[in-house]
């Protein structure tokens, strides 16, 4: 029983890696299928391929949106917040030149990461404000969640160092990236909201190269 289970979310996960494929900007071949290891989800300790780990920090980043957006709710502070994104964004570019990255490529992958948690966080406004009751009944310390924040972006682009090689072209990027995003989706059952917002957070990718 255990087997099968196991059989059939790897399935689910190559089934919905290649929906993602079919997705993406660039047409991934239909010879992909062969390259998913069906087996694969019997021994996954996160998401699948080469860019798993890196898929996995964007998930987790997400998923700090959720937080962002239960300090906000119901008080004066904004979704929008530029003066703390482009803080955020010189950071980044300052970090990324250190370590190799092109600052600029790289502020690009984090402007995504910042418009898929604002996708986020307008989704769950706008379900909590429907939705009374789903509401979240405390309020996060949003100092606290912005040190995290910041932790994510470190690993975020030792992560995008360490990934250049397979970045570095962007058809086997791409069929990487659609492995890693499918896997992510049913691993961490990810609802339509959260969906959406890797979709926006993935989108550079493939796109930041080296200094």
Sequence with gaps: MQLKTSTKVARGIAATALT????????????????IPT???LTANGSLGRLGSLTDLVVERLRVGDDVAA?????DSPIDDPAREEQVLNQVREQAGAIGLDP?????????QITASKVVQRGLFDRWTTHPDQAPTTRPDLGQIRARLDQLTAELLAHLKTTMDVRADRIPCTVQLALATGSAIVLDRLDALHRQALGTAVHS?????PA
């Design 205 to 209: 990718v493939c796109a930041v190269s």
């Design 20 to 35: 993602v494929a079919g997705t993406m900007t660039l047409s991934v071949p239909a010879a992909t299928a062969a390259e």
């Design 39 to 41: 087996g694969a989800a």
């Design 104 to 112: 600029d490529a790289a502020a690009a992958f984090f402007r995504d």
């Design 71 to 75: 300090a906000k709710f119901g008080t």
